[in-house]
């Protein structure tokens, strides 16, 4: 397997290969029983790997929490050294995915994962004992390498275990754990900065212990419910995972799947994946943004800081349930291009309100729009980019580019809301509006070339009468993403 197929493994326009002679009534038996095989796979993998990435997701952003309850007094951090601060976080975590990777693929998953997050939790209990500003960024620094391998990780955990026609709601489901996130960590806040003066800590300090005890909590319980590889899972029968194999390799017909020097460097040379890349920038920014910056925004509406916290539950909430029907409706329908720009398109609303309403009531609405847009685009858009990039060697560094480069979103938008700006922050949200404006129009320019490209070639076998199977394939399976049996989802 490689890190190539990750969360957006899904089917990519690959012709079926022909049933064998098998009766109906075998296949439809077959269908009905790899049903119930995935529904047992995901009841073993799905809650635990969302459980990992929410606390991912938690430790990551809670630092918006502490704010709001004394951290930079305390440190004597000012406004303007605190965007920087966020920032230290995203350098080593953009570096540290790749490396990360590497070791999945060479040691176990069922001890790699859980590992990295048993660190990263007790990396956030100690940051409870910084004094000082430099002690803060270079714990940031810190956790940020250590919460690094756990998205690119899961992402290829998952194209273990699912065929690529079945990645896409796990994605979303997956990455909703961001979502619930959000709203746990409002409601966390404020229930564990009720501890503030016992044992001589305060508020904040309270937050980032509790919240790395729940980490560490996670990280001890999914050692023992993960498992390495379907054929030596535990949880299965012996038929069933000769069954999850098969069903991978079937999945993987088609391209090449070999390690070659030019189909990596295929990649960088593909202006539909900077392309990818831009989009993905432009849903990690104001992802982050919101993630980071929530409660601060809420606050600014007039509301104390126990207050602000426990209101940004619901936009989250509402967030997580628009993700999951937008990534069930996207596989559904087989379609990409129309929920990013829908979604898109209401994250713009979102913001729109909070940037030009005076009313608190729609300055609050405009949150739960601008979360449940932005939030919903983050699966979609990374399951379209993999599903057209053809050749698993092409993919993986198509992928990796596609990560990184949206992760710098994380850097950007650390500096958006500036405590001068407040209580509007028109720039934040200004940046964050153009940013959805760029992201639908490179989603429009993609879908123009895709469809395009797919009318070319569907016209050409038409005039040479091409039947598409495994045998005729072969010819061109190291063509990628050009070759002429390949079609661009859209």
């Known amino acids: 397997m490689s890190a190539a197929d990750h969360n957006s493994l899904e089917k990519s326009g690959f012709p079926a290969p022909t049933p064998s002679a098998r009766s109906e009534e075998e296949l439809v038996a077959q269908q009905a029983s790899d049903k119930a095989l995935v529904r047992k796979i995901d009841r073993r993998l799905v809650p635990i790997l969302s459980a990992l990435y929410l606390v991912n997701f938690l430790c990551r952003s809670n630092i918006g929490n502490a704010k709001t309850f004394g951290l930079l007094t305390d440190l004597h951090v000012s406004n303007e050294l605190y965007p920087h601060a966020l920032a230290a976080f995203y350098y080593p975590y953009v570096a540290s995915q790749i490396p990360s990777n590497t070791v999945l693929k060479r040691w176990r998953p069922k001890c790699w994962l859980p590992l990295i ?73 404020r229930l564990f900065s009720l501890m503030d003066g016992l044992g001589g800590m305060a508020g904040w300090q309270w937050i980032w212990i509790m919240e790395g005890i729940i ?30 194999v098969q069903r991978l390799a079937e999945d993987n017909e088609g391209l090449s799947s070999e390690w070659k020097s030019h189909f990596a460097w295929s990649a960088p040379k593909d202006i539909k994946i900077w392309l990818q890349a831009i989009v993905f920038f432009c849903v990690l920014t104001p992802t982050y943004g919101l993630s980071l910056f929530m409660p601060t925004i809420i606050a600014n509406m007039g509301y104390t800081s126990g207050i602000a916290n426990l209101l940004t539950v619901p936009p989250f909430v509402f967030g997580c349930i628009i993700c999951c029907l937008g990534g069930w409706y996207s596989d559904r329908f087989n379609t990409r291009f129309a929920p990013l720009v829908a979604f898109f398109s209401t994250a713009i609303v979102g913001f729109i309100f909070l ?56 850097v950007v938008c650390s500096y958006l809301f500036p405590a001068a700006d407040s209580p509007r922050f028109f720039m934040g949200y200004g940046v964050m509006i153009g940013l959805c404006c760029v992201g639908i129009i490179c989603c429009a320019i993609l879908r123009l070339y895709m469809e395009k490209q797919n009318s070319l070639r569907d016209a050409e076998d038409a005039r040479l009468g091409r039947v598409w199977d495994a045998k005729t394939m072969t010819e061109y399976k190291d063509m990628g993403d050009h070759a002429p049996f390949f079609r661009y989802k859209l």
Request: overall charge positive.
């Open 117 to 189: 997050c048993f660190c990263w939790g007790i990396c956030q209990i100690f940051m409870c004992f910084v004094k000082t500003y430099n002690e803060l960024w270079g714990a940031r620094v810190v956790l940020g390498a250590l919460e690094g391998g756990l998205f690119p990780g899961v992402s290829l955990y998952i194209t273990l275990w699912y065929p690529k026609r079945e990645c896409g709601f796990r994605g979303a489901v997956f990455f909703s754990a961001a979502t619930v996130a959000g709203a746990f960590s409002g409601l966390l806040a």
């Open 355 to 410: 940037i030009t309403s005076n009313e608190v009531a729609a300055q609050y609405i405009g949150t739960f729009l601008a979360a449940a847009g932005i939030y919903s685009t983050v699966p979609i858009s990374s399951m379209w980019a993999g599903n057209n990039m053809g050749g698993k060697t092409k993919r993986t560094v198509g992928i990796g580019m596609t990560i990184c480069f949206g992760n710098m979103g994380g």
């Open 215 to 244: 980490a560490v909590l996670v990280a001890v319980l999914a050692f023992f419910i993960l498992e390495d590889y379907p054929d030596t899972a535990k949880f299965l029968t012996a038929d069933e995972r000769a069954r999850v």
